[in-house]
């Protein structure tokens, strides 16, 4: 049973000891000596409490406190309380701690905690069979003196975590896996590593059958190009019926010849393994032979084409894949801006980077489009697309230049005022002049 202590209730207590102390003294004539003996005696009496305090936090297994009264009781209640606290609060922490590490071990993903030493604080089941890390013999031990595959150390050193990367397993070269640190806490880094084997194989099926179906197709439709080549279409005694047969055929090998060009433009910068740092263009240079391809495609259109170049600087990347890139977004301009519109296509570089520009003053587009412009046979309309002979693909495969350029492809748009698709590229994208 607890009841509160009282402080006053203590002193009256003592008081009251001591004057019985000093009454016997006075009734014996040495009242000094009685009080001395009382205040001695209470003393011994504290210490004997102190010391059974002493040995029940430190070596007694009994939890419950031994049955003592007055001031020592309110203490060792208060002792009991606390650690009966604790034991409730260690109880739950433990609780919750163990609900977590079930939680992560049903993860379909390994899972690696490290600290800002890289030194693994904890891994999950996965992390254990697929990285092969060995717990608990592996906590503590450097998570990049485990994994050891350079891609994966240049990844976890370089400390920009905002994208995933692709390696092999540690344990089977033969699997893939994807890895993703995320930093919280305190410096504190969670890698989750995914295999994600099945989806790469398919992913590399898939740019094998295109690039196989683009090229089979490639041979057959070159006879047909040939053969309708030399039928005379200017007959002018020809049955109207194949006139308008032999025309549209034309169109539609055309259309295909585009079609399976871009595809295996598209395939060759999905499988480029070329890294972009080794080699540099002369980005001005390479824009004024585009110029000449868009003076010959503008003559039907007639428009003002004006390039406002930016001479000097080279940067590093893939010249054909960057000049594929850029005609494609002039060539698109010529082809969607009204006949007799303006093309402006800047060049310009600072201390930032450089930065390539189209601007347009046709049509325009609306702004739910322009999200989805980059996907693979988006168009915005299909039948005017069409017309022009495109495939597609145009900014598919410039979507996918930029990115292996380490750059982005960014549209803004306004309908009935026209259309600036520009990308740029870091300081660091500038190759030095020496
Ligand atoms: P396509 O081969 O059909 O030209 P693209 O991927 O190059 O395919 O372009 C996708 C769509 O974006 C086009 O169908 C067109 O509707 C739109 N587009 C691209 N460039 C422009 C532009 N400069 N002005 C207006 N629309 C454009």
């Not at 295999?195 to 070159?222: C, G, W």
């Amino acid at each position: 049973m607890y009841y509160p202590f009282s402080w006053i209730k203590s002193v009256a207590r003592l008081c009251l000891f001591l004057l019985f102390f000093a009454l016997v003294g006075w009734y014996v004539n040495d009242m000094l000596l009685a009080v001395a003996m009382g205040a001695t005696g209470l003393l011994l009496v504290n210490y004997w409490q102190l010391f059974k305090l002493n040995r029940w936090l430190w070596h007694s297994r009994k939890m419950s406190p031994p049955a003592v009264n007055g001031l020592w009781e309110h203490i060792y209640e208060g002792i009991y309380y606390l650690q009966r606290r604790n034991r409730n609060k260690r109880k739950e922490l433990g609780a919750l701690v163990k609900r977590f590490r079930e939680g992560s071990e049903a993860l379909p993903d390994a899972a690696v905690v490290v600290d800002a030493n890289a030194c693994i604080i904890w891994c999950n089941r996965l992390a254990r069979l697929e990285l092969g890390l060995r717990w608990p013999s592996d906590a503590g031990r450097r998570l990049d003196n485990l994994i050891r595959h350079p891609e994966f150390i240049e990844y976890f050193h370089a400390g920009k975590y905002h994208f995933p990367i692709e390696v092999p397993s540690p344990l089977n070269a033969q699997k893939s896996f994807e890895y993703r640190i995320m930093p919280y806490g305190e410096e504190h880094l969670l890698l989750i590593a995914r295999d994600v084997t099945r989806l790469s194989q398919l992913e590399e099926m898939r740019k094998d059958f295109v690039a196989n179906v683009s090229h089979e197709l490639r041979t057959p439709l070159t006879v047909i190009t040939g053969y309708l080549e030399i039928l005379p279409d200017s007959d002018e005694q020809a049955n109207p019926f194949i006139k308008k047969a032999y025309y549209e055929m034309s169109a539609q090998t055309l259309r295909m010849q585009n079609l399976i060009e871009d595809l295996l433009v598209l395939s060759r910068i999905e499988a480029s393994s070329e890294r972009i740092y080794e080699n540099t263009v002369d980005m001005a240079a390479m824009l004024k032979q585009i110029k000449i391809e868009a003076d010959a495609l503008n003559k039907g259109k007639k428009h003002q084409i004006q390039f406002h170049l930016d001479h000097g600087e080279r940067i590093y990347g893939i010249e054909t894949e960057l000049r594929s890139a850029c005609s494609n977004l002039i060539f698109n301009a010529i082809n969607y801006t009204p006949a007799g519109g303006q093309i402006d296509v800047y060049w310009s570089y600072s201390k930032e980077g450089g930065k390539f520009l189209v601007k347009d003053n046709g049509d325009g587009i609306e702004q739910q489009h322009l999200s989805r412009l980059t996907e693979r046979f988006y168009r915005v309309d299909k039948a005017r697309s069409r017309k022009t002979g495109g495939s597609g693909l145009g900014l598919s495969i410039v979507k996918h230049v930029l990115n292996h350029h380490n750059s982005k492809l960014q549209i803004n748009s306004r309908v009935g005022e026209g259309s600036e698709f520009f990308f740029e590229v870091g300081d660091a994208m500038i190759a030095s002049q020496d």
